[in-house]
């Protein structure tokens, strides 16, 4: 049961943990920025050279290390994007009254940098990884990505919860691009997928037959993946998804601005 019950609670820390992490740092004051960068850089730096030392390590550590290093990847292109270092050509609002395929590239623009930034990194993980037996860091970062996009194209298309708050203040043009609606075409489709993969992978654990490192890498990915489909879910259902990462929100208050900057009125999760 060990087996099971250490990588599930491990992913699920390591997902609410990171996030407030992040959120933290993305609201404190600018002039903090450029460590903030500097340090996910490093952390960065260090996790492709532990995806390529362990390619091939098939142990239970192999598979958590791996793991681990794939959502540290991950967390650099979030990091980036948060303080608006790595974005998109286009820092303002969506235009009034564009509509359609129009609304879509302004939207692409916004986020052009950001989304090559993912290709480059998705490169570098398949690169330090290569033909090696141990997969699970890429398993990991392309779920994140597909995840992601996912998410991103149903709150572009309009859900119920656009996640506003969570946005900082350098930022809030993007909310501009945002719909909100109780639902959109897409969204039946995005989460019958992310739930069906979810399943696949604990179906298979539940087969039997997997070795201890094949069961914490599909116990690790699978956690991860039902988790980006609840995420989906928390895109229309009407829960305070802020209240979850309230602790890493607090810097997103004008108190905590860099005093050189005029104050401005920043988003705040509900009390």
Request: with cysteine; aromatic share 12%.
């Amino acid at each position: 049961m060990a087996e099971l019950t250490l990588p599930v609670l491990f992913t699920l820390f390591a997902w609410w943990f990171s996030t407030g992490v992040i959120l933290y740092l993305d609201g404190l004051p600018r002039h903090t920025f450029v460590w903030t960068l500097g340090g996910a850089t490093a952390l960065l730096g260090g996790a492709l050279w532990a995806l390529a030392h362990t390619r091939d390590d098939l142990s239970v550590a192999g598979a958590y290390c791996a793991f681990t290093c794939a959502l540290l990847v991950w967390a650099w292109q979030e990091v980036a994007f948060l303080l608006g270092v790595v974005t998109g050509p286009r820092r303002t609002a969506c235009p009034p009254g564009a509509i359609g395929w129009r609304r879509f590239h302004f939207a692409l623009q916004a986020v052009l940098y950001h989304e090559l930034a993912l290709i480059v990194l998705a490169v570098a993980v398949l690169a330090c990884v290569g033909d090696g037996t141990n997969r699970v860091g890429v398993w990991t970062y392309f779920a994140l990505w597909a995840m992601r996009q996912s998410a991103k194209l149903n709150v572009f298309l309009g859900v119920r919860n656009l996640g506003e708050s969570f946005l900082p203040e350098h930022l809030a043009y993007l909310k501009s691009y945002f719909q909100r609606r109780p639902m959109n075409v897409l969204f039946p489709i995005s989460v019958t997928v992310a739930t069906a993969a979810a399943v696949a992978v604990w179906w298979r654990l539940i087969d039997g037959g997997a070795g201890a490192h094949d069961t914490a890498a599909l116990a690790l990915v699978g956690t991860l993946v039902a988790l980006g489909a609840l995420e989906h879910w928390l895109l229309v259902l009407p829960l305070p998804t802020e209240a979850l990462w309230r602790w890493g929100l607090r810097s997103h208050r004008p108190d905590v601005l860099d005093p050189a900057q005029p104050a401005a009125r920043v988003a705040t999760p509900p009390v």
